[in-house]
């Protein structure tokens, strides 16, 4: 009994070191003006899209822009306000437009309502959370704010 107490004590310590990621540093604040934006069906690169973001009191900002493909045909859109929690964690309170030809039979996906953004790891961008598309688990969208 004492050998498999003592297997479970490593077995144990080894997830929670496992269980601690290294965050890099966040902005305290988030920046005012133009951010990269981005849905990783429309592309990266060249054809990042961009978002403006004010600052409307100590944590919360507004956001609204968009990134479109070459043809306009597909599109994401975000309008709302971000509140910041914790300079890695916001709450987004607004709505997500996605539109991808391949995916939800070519319809819009519209995300209204309260979401999370979250820079984990050494990210240098907030990911919403709440990834999937409104297919229903077939497809996973990447919706990013770069800091």
Known sequence: MKKL???ASVVLAGFSGMAQEKEAPAPATIREGK?????????WGEQFGSVDIKKVNDSTYSVKGEQRSEDSLDFASIDGNLIMLTPRRLRFEGTILTKVRTINNNEVCDKTGTYTFFASGVRKYWRLQEMDNCEEGAAVD????FF
């Open 5 to 7: 107490l003592g297997i």
């Open 35 to 43: 951010h990269k934006f981005s849905l990783q069906w429309i592309g």
């Open 142 to 145: 990447y919706v990013d704010i």
